[in-house]
């Protein structure tokens, strides 16, 4: 079965405490990107990737690093989580050609307090 | 940067046709998407249309688009209480850069 998963789905922690959220798909796309959820902002692009070893900037990088060593797993690392940053997160994955559609992962769940 | 803006809230009554309504900035758009998230979950692809087209159908749902005004539009036609969920209006303009909309909740009254 196609599938994009995040780990955790929910996660409760405190100011400055590194963490992570990893994202992983069997699709075998190049194209994955991450996404956070706020209330009447709707989706932000926070970095996305079109294959390995190549990531940019999306449109509210700060506070955020990723990585992409392999082509399955793309994590989100927060090196300094800080209260604002307290949102819902998608991992998606394009297939890269024709109309794009993008799969996403059920969310994850961040507050930091 | 590019805008994609949606009103945030629609209600209707079971039975009655949802239009939900999009306006966007980007001139060079290639597709444009609508997506449907059920609570708790990640966004699916409803539908899309690409920027050369003026409308699609398929089953329940028309998507209008008038790239002069730069608007969009799903209609659902019978909505169902199924159907509520939050739709979002996207898109997508340079290589792979999707931008969505605020989203916009509807609420099917039974």
């Known amino acids: 079965e196609a599938q994009v998963t995040q780990n955790p789905r929910y996660l409760i922690t405190v100011t400055g405490k590194k963490l992570t959220v990893t994202c992983s798909q069997n699709?075998?796309?190049?194209?994955m990107s991450w996404y956070r959820q706020d209330p009447g902002l709707g989706l932000r692009q926070i970095y996305y990737?079109?294959?390995?070893?190549?990531?940019d900037k999306g449109d509210v990088p700060e506070g955020y690093k990723v990585s992409r060593k392999e082509k399955r797993n793309f994590p989100l690392i927060l090196e300094s989580p800080s209260p604002n940053q307290t949102s819902l997160y998608f991992c998606?994955?394009?297939?890269?050609?024709?109309?794009?559609?993008?799969?996403f992962g059920p969310g994850t769940r961040l507050t930091v307090l | 940067g590019e805008d994609v803006e949606q009103s945030l809230f629609l209600s209707v009554r079971e039975g009655d046709s949802s239009v939900i309504n999009c306006t966007y900035t980007?001139?060079?758009?290639?597709?444009l998407y609508w997506y449907k998230q059920e609570p708790g979950a990640g966004l699916q692809l409803l539908t899309y249309?690409?920027?050369?087209?003026d409308m699609k159908q398929d089953q329940r749902l028309t998507v209008l688009l008038n790239k002069k005004d730069k608007h969009l539009s799903l209609r659902i036609a019978d909505t169902q209480t199924g159907d509520s969920a939050i739709y979002f209006c996207?898109?997508?303009?340079?290589?792979?850069?999707?931008?969505f909309g605020t989203g916009t909740k509807l609420q099917v009254i039974p």
């Open positions: 996207a898109e997508r303009g340079g290589y792979q850069k999707v931008t």
């Open positions: 249309i690409f920027s050369n087209m």
């Open positions: 990737s079109m294959n390995v070893e190549v990531t």
């Open positions: 699709m075998n796309h190049e194209y």
């Open positions: 998606a994955t394009t297939v890269g050609a024709g109309y794009n559609e993008q799969f």
């Open positions: 980007d001139s060079s758009s290639t597709y």
